[in-house]
Structures are given as C-alpha cells and as structure tokens.
C-alpha cells in the first residue's frame, strides 16, 4: 500500500535531522528570493489583482503587496511569483521545481496556523520528500509524456505539507490526496506562457483545497496511489519498483543527497554546466571578451530539450537559449535579472557574440534530462583554444553556491520587492528561522511592500 | 485550427433558434431541481463550510445557504450540490453530466454580471454545444481510460459559458481553454466517493479562474486542441476526424439532437431503460407485487457497467444497484429521493423482492455505454411471463418526461432545500425565465433559505 505508507510517513515524522533542516533553511532562503524577485512580474501582478478582486477574509499575507486573503489564494499568488522568473530551485529525482508550489503551502498555512520556524522547516522538508520519491516512482514517461511534473507530482507535495502542519491523521491525508489526484493538472504544452507558473500556483492552491476538504471529512478514493489504475498510470507512468522508493523515504533525504539545485543565474538549469564552465575557463585563461573567436557548446542527448530558442529576441526566449547565456556572461562578466530583460537580449554586442556561440551535439548513447548530464564547453582565441567537460551542476550539492554568494542572489532577488534596509532584515531573519517562535512574523515582513 | 473555430462559435453566437431556448429551460428548471434536493447532502454542507469560511466578497448566491460568495466559489459549491445526488442530466455525446459544470457557471456569472434569463439560456446553451462536440472528439478511449468528462471536457464548456457572458474576444477564450487546460483533472478513480461531485465542481470553480485570469491578459497555449501534443491526446483521445464534429456547431445543437437525457429517478441512469419498461408490464398487465416470482433484467456488454453493487447495503449503493431500483419500484410502485436513503435499501421487504431480481449479460457483439442500448426485462407470474426490450431511455427525446411530472420532480427536490410556496414561486419564475431582465431575481429565490 504505496499511498498508505508515503501517508504514514507524512504524519509520523515529528523532527528533522539537523543536516536536513539546515538545507531546508537555505531552500527557504532561496525561494523566498525568487519570490520577491518575482513579484514584479506581470503573471505575478495578474495573479495578485484576481486574489484582491475575489476579497477573502485576510489570513496569509501576499508576498510583494499590502494584503493578506485565504491561505489557498496566498499560496496561489505567491507560488506563482516563485515560479515566473525560473529562477528557483530545481530537484532531479522530481524532475522539476520542487519548492515552486510546496514552500508557499508551508508559509501560507504555516501562517494560518501560527506555526514556529522549526515546525515550517519540517513540513516543507516532508514535501520534498514526497515530491523527490513520487518524481521517481512516477519516472521519466510521465514528464516526456507532456506532463508538468512541477505542478503535477507538486501537488501531492504540497498536500502533505498542509496535512503535516495540519496534524491530519493518515486518513485524512489518504483523502485529500485523492482530492488532489482530482483537481491535477499542469502541462508541458503551457511552457513559454504564464501558464507554466500558474500551473505551479494552481497546484500550491488546489493543495490547500484538498486538505482542507478532506480535514473537514470530504471522501475521496483513499488509496490514489495504487492499484492498476493508480493516479500515476492515468498520468502517464510507466511504473517500476515503486516499493522500493518507498523504502528509502528519509533515508537518505531527497534534500541532502541528491540535494537542490540552485540557480546561479536566472536562466534554464540546462544552460547552467556550460556557464560554470564558461567562468572557470576565462579566470584560468584570463580571457578577454574580444580575443574569443568562437566558444564552442556541446549537449549530450536530452540535456537541453527546453533550450529552444537559437535566436531568442525576448529576455524569457533568453532564458531558454543556449546561446545567449553565453553570449551575455562572456560580455559583462555576470549574470543576473537585468540580463534577461528584452533590451539586454537585443542590444547589438549580444547580438554579435551570439554569432561566435557555436552549439553541437555530443554523441551519447545515454539521454540525460536538465538536472542530470554534463556540457562540453571551449573557448577559441589567437592563443589556441580552451576547453573542459562539465559533468557537475553548478548550485548542486557537488558545486554549492558559497553561502556569501547565495545570500548575495537573496538580497539582489529581494530588493525588488523592498528596500535595501527591509531585504537585510529578513536575511536576517531568514538565517535564524529555525528560532522563530511564529513564522508570522517572517510572512509579515515578506508580504511588506517599499 | 480547432481551437479557434471552437472560439468563434462560443464568441459570435448571438441568439438561439426558439426550440434550443426551450431545451436550455427545461434543463435550467431539472438542473436547478436537482441542485436544491442536493444541498442536504453531507457533500455540498462540506463545500458550503469551505467557502463560507474563505468569507469571499457577496457576489454570486451560493445555493439553499443565506451568504453569497466570490462567482468561482458559488460555482463550486453549487456544482458540488448538483451533481451529488446523480439526480442532474446524462448528454450521450459528452458521456457525461453536462450540465453540472455548466450551468452553476452560467448562473454564478450571469448573477455577476446582471445578464438577463435569456442571456444566461444562451450562454449555457453554447455551453452544452461545447461540451457535445468536444465530447465526440475526445471520443471513447479518453473514458475508458479512466477520466471523468463531465469534469474534463465539462471545464472547457463550463470556461466558454463564461467566456460568453463576459464578451470576451477569440483570443481572451482561447488563453483561457490553455489555463483550464492547466486546471484539468477528474478521474473515474473517485466515482463512488463524494468526490465525484467534488470534480464538477473543481471543473466549474477552475473554469470561471480560468476565464478571469485570461481576461485580465494572463497568458498559455492559444491552440490548446490542435496539434500533436493536444490536449486530448495528452489525456488518452484517439481523435478521429475532429474537423467534422466541428462543422457541425449549432447544427444541430446537441441541446435538441440527441438532446438531454433527463432522470425519471434519482439512479444511475443504465437503470433507466429496464424501469421504464417495467413500468410500463406493470401498468399493461396490472400485476400485483404479491404475484411477481421473478423479475428478469438482462444488459448487453457495457451497458451496466456503473451498476456494481448487486447486493446494496446504503442509499448510495442503491443507486448503482441493477437489483434494487427494480425491487423498490416494484414494492413502491414509484422510486424517489426517499427510496435511496440507507434505511429504504435495509427493509426486509426490499431485500426479499431483490432475491427475485435476477441479473443477465444479453450476448451481444456491441459494446454500449450507459447512456446508448438497450435493455430487456420480464416479469414471472403464475399468469404468464411478460417481456419487453426497451431500446429507448426514459426522460430522452425519444421518450420525454412530460411537462407536468418534469415540474413534479422539480418540486419533489426543491421543497429540500425551501417551503412549498418558496418552490412554487421559483417554477414560476423559471418557467418565464426567457423574459427575466435580470437572473440576480432568480438567484436570490433560489439560495433562499427556508
């Protein structure tokens, strides 16, 4: 009984070990950043005018704005303001954002709850666990299927994690995530659309709906996860050694081994081995800008299906490009969000350099995904020509971003949303939540606007 | 190009011919009906706790309660309470509930919005023509495979009903079927569970975010039915011919040919054929319940597949009982809400007239669904055995319910949720629907209390 034992999990697990609670905290950390980097976005801004406009009694504060509204409309807006930048986390075992739709649940219901920091922590990092073992037993067919694993593995996610902060018995979780199976969508065909982060969104909301339906005895089929015509098959999966996933639930945590991978740069995580590289070739080589020739980027097979723009002319087309990544690193040195924006993409030396951006096909009899793989990468000057082979994940538990650095991308991410002044503050705040008495206060200072 | 032409028709569409406006009334009056019996039922007081509790700003009336509530969650509560008794219309094309979805959706808008009787006819109207012809393009497989339409294709015809009544533009429908699109599940997993109702009404409430967040100017996918990654396929349709169905928008409307099929009883609609005609031996040769020593009822492949339960223990398994409805009737001489309560189904004296019921496969090389076949009975006395095969269903065009039972059950299921005199007023006023200059009147009359 899959569905019973991954409920069991959920409801019995009262701690965290305390390397799993300290990467749950920088997860917390960086999606928290994304968010508020996020806001600012027209899908985000939308999203936030249709929750102001339905008016729900004020409960969990809307990141970016001045008010507060229904957890599960709280957790609708604010996931897709983690999601809109594809800025935030990745996971491989999900095969998708693991904290786009479960960390605005753990926040927003969180804060309904007046949970501590510690109980926050534990709930998201419970989600994770789901997310990362249900990615696998739902395995690659799903996702190549057309099937947005983000929103659709997510949604269970997110349901234990409002069950977990619930105290929901394990039949009540049983319920809602057959509430949830029934309420799931979230497709691949949305990508390149506000769509892709409203299907996060709908899914942190529709987690909400379902549990609290279920908390309030609201019946569903109660073992959604197995049987010949389990959710899964209907999905899209081709199912193999479920059993087995399940098993290793918290042995190891999916958030210490594999571990997230953070963004380094607001751009597709497939893009990411090659700029890693890219970086370490010119400090090695003391590379300048206009001595490059050529640079040379090669992809195994699969590990850069979503890079599809070869001529991107928007900054969101820059993001799913191969080349122009490259292209903007190689110029200014750095990523961040002002080089994805519409006018950074067409400014004539992007152009230019693109031209030298060379993209190849590495032959390999194995196909990777985004998060799992490696990028041949070389850079040709009058010098002679520089190369490597990239096989680890910058933002990856194998090539961690620097603590300095990432609380960098926070504070770059946060003044967006806030003052210079209020980001420092909930850094601070944010490094010391596992002793925060009550995450409203926290929600409170992420929901501030100027 | 599917997807647009689909658009057009929903946007261009301006008025009815008379006889698809008289079918949209009769469905408004059952639909309505059907949805008052159902607001005493634990599932919709579970669905009203929820979104009273949300505590929306009043805009739509939320159905036999006394608050009024954001349109997406009136819909839902009000989907939920017209689909939960399996009481609301069968539409063969749709294989499927279509007015669940639909018509909350219209009346829920339509109250926002002030629209006139006739304008809420008409917007429903198109509704139902959506969810006929996309019915026929998703076809079978997409069923057996283990959807629920009534909430899979009912979301897309539930978002064109209030893409109509908004006057949105091609464009604005055409995002909002890519979010609903995103929004989209049901699973025949939850049938027998209250979850059933639960995804008429995710797919009512997911329809009108759908439409607002389109409108607002949120993007997705602007062609969500063609090509070869489509929606439908993505959910299991072998499409064939898709083109034709769509050739054939308004002509005829589905609402008039096949038209509804509207339940005599509050079952499973298989049961239907096979009561009807029993009726009908019972009446032509006057038997009596004392003479009858067995009642004989035979089903070709497929066309009881929901009737599951031979030996019945509660109301709801009485429902989908091939056994019991026959007994009821028989012992009864009628069936209504108040035959399928636990205690109904618990009397010794159904249980000894079930004993008489025997069961059969009729060898057939065809396979029906539940709302196309037919079904042979008989009745054993000592004078004789009498037969039929009745190869049409009660309460379809082909064998109508007459006007005056039709306001009969109206009745029957309003006076659940209000007095007498409050239900007589609002066939009444049903009955005129076509010149309400505004539906809020109707609206009201119908969430009244008491």
Not at 11 to 39: H, I, N, Y
Not at 186 to 207: E, W
Request: hydrophobic share 45%.
């Amino acid at each position: 009984m899959l569905t019973q034992q991954l409920a069991r999990f959920v409801c019995e697990t009262k701690a965290l070990p305390g390397e799993v609670q300290a990467a749950a905290k920088v997860a917390l950390m960086d999606t928290l950043g994304c968010a508020l980097a996020g806001v600012t976005e027209p899908a985000a801004r939308l999203a936030r005018e249709h929750v102001a406009e339905m008016g729900a009694r004020p409960v969990a504060s809307v990141w970016g704005a001045n008010f507060s509204t229904a957890p599960a409309e709280a957790a609708f807006a604010n996931a897709i303001a983690t999601h809109v930048l594809d800025f935030d986390d990745t996971l491989s075992t999900l095969r998708g954002h693991a904290s786009a739709s479960t960390l605005p649940v753990a926040l927003a219901v969180g804060e309904q709850m007046g949970a501590s920091g510690k109980q926050v922590l534990l709930a998201y990092a419970i989600g994770i666990e789901v997310a990362g073992k249900l990615g696998r037993i739902f395995g690659d067919s799903h996702y190549l299927k057309g099937w947005h694993n983000t929103a659709t593995v997510g949604i269970f996610a997110a349901t234990a994690v409002a069950a977990h902060l619930r105290g929901d018995s394990e039949q009540v979780l049983r319920n809602a995530w057959g509430i949830a199976a029934a309420e799931c969508g979230g497709i691949l065909r949305n990508f390149g659309t506000m769509s892709k982060s409203f299907q996060s969104g709908h899914a942190a909301r529709s987690a909400i709906l379902a549990e609290d339906m279920a908390r309030r005895g609201f019946t569903a089929n109660e073992a959604i996860f197995d049987g010949n015509d389990s959710f899964q098959r209907l999905y899209g999966a081709e199912e193999k050694n479920a059993g087995q996933y399940v098993q290793r639930l918290g042995s190891p945590w999916d958030l210490v081994q594999p571990g997230m991978n953070y963004k380094r740069w607001p751009c597709c995580y497939c893009s990411h081995r090659g700029l890693g590289g890219l970086l370490e070739l010119i400090a090695a080589h003391q590379i300048k800008p206009d001595e490059i020739e050529a640079v040379r980027i090669g992809f195994p097979p699969g590990a850069d299906e979503p890079l599809v723009y070869n001529d991107p002319q928007t900054g969101l087309e820059g993001k799913f490009s191969a080349q122009y990544p490259v292209a903007a690193l190689v110029i200014d040195g750095r990523l961040n969000l002002q080089s994805f924006t519409d006018k950074a993409v067409q400014r004539p030396a992007a152009r230019a350099m693109m031209k030298k951006v060379e993209r190849y096909r590495v032959a390999d009899t194995a196909v990777y995904s985004g998060t799992v793989g490696y990028t041949d990468i070389a850079v040709k000057t009058p010098r002679g020509e520089f190369s490597m082979r990239v096989d680890k994940g910058p933002g990856s538990r194998s090539w961690p971003i620097p603590e300095r650095e990432h609380q960098e991308k926070f504070l770059s991410c946060a003044v967006c949303a806030m003052s210079a002044g209020k980001a420092d503050h909930l850094l601070a705040m944010i490094i010391s939540v596992d002793n925060l008495p009550d995450i409203r206060e926290l929600m409170t200072a992420t929901a501030l606007k100027g």
